[in-house]
Antibody, heavy 123, light 107 residues
């Protein structure tokens, strides 16, 4: 059974960097049939995909244009985890952040999710 | 980006009712459409993938259909535990995008 354990601070000051980590058990961040994603949910309830990383012959990354330039997703094979960094945060980045596995073998869907991390941007 | 719309935004139905939610994509997404259920305080849960395929362990009262731009999600026999918000999500193009959700309540 795949489990995703999220960690990171719940409060970030404006203009600082939001950092979250997603530790994977029951699978490998290097799995060639999966991708590892960050998704957030605003206080109004909308779900927004932020980006993903996956490994094939090398590591690949893809980011939403809405956060491109501010976002970095990293993978750590030694710890079997991946992380999110979002720079220069504002109050609009206040949300619940989820990590999720994208099952990519024949299709694409988010089949395993972390429990979510509420991140509030406030001074 | 591909825009996803859902209707209705909320509905109230009785236990045992048949409930239908529609999802429309702003362009042809073939059958690259998934449905999720989200209960308060929980992460979304995959119910249907590729428009009509049921995820393992999902009760058979949940079903999906459609292709192209128009999709339907149905709960054939609404149960009290189905109270949740339901989201569609396309994966035809990056960025993946979600519909705004349909909140299902019991009458």
């Amino acid at each position: 059974q795949v489990q995703l354990q999220q960690s990171g601070p719940g409060l970030v000051k404006p203009s600082q960097t939001l950092s979250l980590t997603c530790a994977i058990s029951g699978d490998s961040v290097s799995n060639n049939s999966a991708a590892w994603n960050w998704i957030r949910q605003s206080p109004s309830g909308g779900l927004e995909w932020l980006g993903r990383t996956y490994h094939r012959d090398k590591w690949y990354y893809a980011y939403a244009l809405s956060v491109k330039g501010r976002i970095t997703i990293k993978s750590d094979t030694s710890k079997n985890q991946f992380s999110l960094e979002l720079d220069s945060v504002t109050a609009e980045d206040t949300a619940v952040y989820y990590c999720a596995r994208d099952h990519l073998e024949y299709s694409s869907y988010f089949d395993y999710w972390g429990r979510g991390s509420l991140v509030t941007v406030s001074s | 980006d591909i825009q996803m719309t859902q209707s209705p935004s909320s509905l109230s139905a009785s236990v045992g009712d048949r409930v239908t939610i529609t999802c429309q994509a702003s362009q042809d997404i073939r059958n690259y459409l998934n449905w999720y259920q989200q209960k308060p305080g929980k992460a979304p849960k995959l119910l249907i993938y590729d428009a009509s395929n049921m995820e393992t362990g999902v009760p058979s009262r949940f079903s999906g259909s459609g292709s192209g731009t128009d999709f339907t999600f149905t709960i054939s026999n609404l149960q009290a535990e189905d109270i949740a918000t339901y989201y569609c999500q396309q994966y035809d193009n990056l960025p993946f995008t979600f519909g705004p959700g349909t909140k299902v309540e019991i009458k």
